[in-house]
């Protein structure tokens, strides 16, 4: 009796909607709940890893402001100790500097003391005249987010729309914006991302010189493994992406599919998926990070998140795609295929050059 409680069909019902919102009659639905606590977790673990990397470097970027300069380096001078004569004999009384200038001076000092000046100091000398780690690493990811969002949101709305139902949409071009009634493509979502990483890179990027773009990439894999694993969850509750019919013990009966599917016990390939993508964020979280180069942790992501996706297609109903349909695999497979390969690309494209994440020292520009 036990082991059929654990081993019968599931007969779901899930309501979609998860609650709504008093006063605005808004359905707060568990998809979007699970989108949103993926992003939540997503960018506190990239907020972390990016106030790592700007707690030991020092860039222009790091001077908030040279007004208060004067008034913390007088607060400094009467403590009389050893660092307080390096910056006396460094900085005349009351010198006008701008950021630029300030900036120079106190670089050439964590430079000729690294024994006795770094940026910890700095940052406790001179706390309104410096951005703290934890400011800088906020600004990255404030940014980071809204572009991430806006990638995957458009990228997954319009490779919905194009690679699995143009004939519709090609009609019905203002339903092309009805995000709510659902439609979202992963595959799409990931070149929205992609293209969105481009974008940010010739931006907010720009002021990091700790990150690269492929080394921003790395730092994405294991957030972005949960993120999917969550959504996955979403379509669950949902009842769409339903697999196909089986009479296997852990078979699920949707009763209320959102595509109108016939009420028969299917595969729960959306479970499936969660797991696939959950394992994936696993092993990312704990893949050594010392011993890769930059981009291939990125490219072992996406070898582990499109080779699940390719073969788990096999175990799902075919949606209503025009677009590859006189071949014998499904769209979703064809568009995992340049993924694959993508991710094998980065893997290999510079295994020659030194490791990605080795240990962080002061870093210092002009």
Wanted: glycine residues 6%; charged residues 15%; hydrophobic residues 45%.
């Amino acid at each position: 009796m036990f082991l059929n409680f654990f081993f019968s069909t599931l007969n779901w019902n899930s309501n979609p909607t998860a609650f709504t919102l008093p006063y605005f009659d808004l359905e707060v639905r568990w998809y979007g709940l699970f989108f949103v606590a993926g992003f939540y977790i997503g960018y506190l673990m990239v907020e972390k890893k990016v106030r790592n990397l700007v707690s030991s470097s020092f860039y222009l970027r790091d001077i908030k402001s040279a007004d208060f300069f004067n008034e913390e380096l007088e607060g400094l001078l009467v403590k009389n100790n050893e660092e307080s004569k390096l910056f006396k004999t460094a900085f005349s009384h009351n010198q006008n500097l701008d950021k630029s200038k300030l900036f120079n001076k106190l670089n050439t000092l964590l430079i000729e003391n690294p024994s006795r000046i770094t940026k910890t100091f700095f940052l406790n000398a001179f706390p309104k005249t410096l951005f703290s780690p934890k400011e800088l690493s906020n600004y990255f990811s404030d940014h980071l987010l809204w572009y991430l969002v806006l990638g995957t949101v458009i990228g997954a709305r319009l490779g919905h729309v194009f690679f699995y139902e143009w004939p519709y949409y090609q009609n019905n071009l203002l339903a092309i914006f009805n995000i709510r009634e659902g439609g979202l493509a992963s595959h799409g979502g990931t070149i929205g991302v992609l293209f969105a990483l481009f974008l940010f890179s010739q931006t907010t990027l720009k002021r990091f010189p700790e990150l690269s773009l492929f080394k921003l990439m790395d730092i994405l894999t294991v957030p972005v493994a949960l993120v999917v694993s969550f959504i996955r969850l979403g379509n669950f509750f949902n009842q769409e992406i339903l697999g196909k019919p089986t009479d296997l013990p852990w078979s699920v009966l949707f009763q209320s599919p959102a595509s109108g599917e016939s009420l028969v016990p299917r595969h729960p390939v959306q479970l499936y998926e969660s797991l696939a993508y959950f394992l994936s964020f696993l092993f990312l979280f704990f893949l050594p990070e010392n011993k890769l180069k930059e981009g291939q942790k990125a490219g072992i992501f996406l070898i582990l998140i499109f080779g699940s996706r390719f073969f788990l297609e096999y175990l799902k109903e075919p949606p209503t795609a025009l677009v590859f349909s006189e071949t014998t695999l499904l769209t979703g497979q064809l568009l995992s295929i340049p993924f694959v390969a993508l991710g094998f690309y980065f893997y290999i494209r510079n295994r020659k050059s030194p490791p990605s994440f080795k240990k962080q020292g002061n870093s210092h520009v002009n």
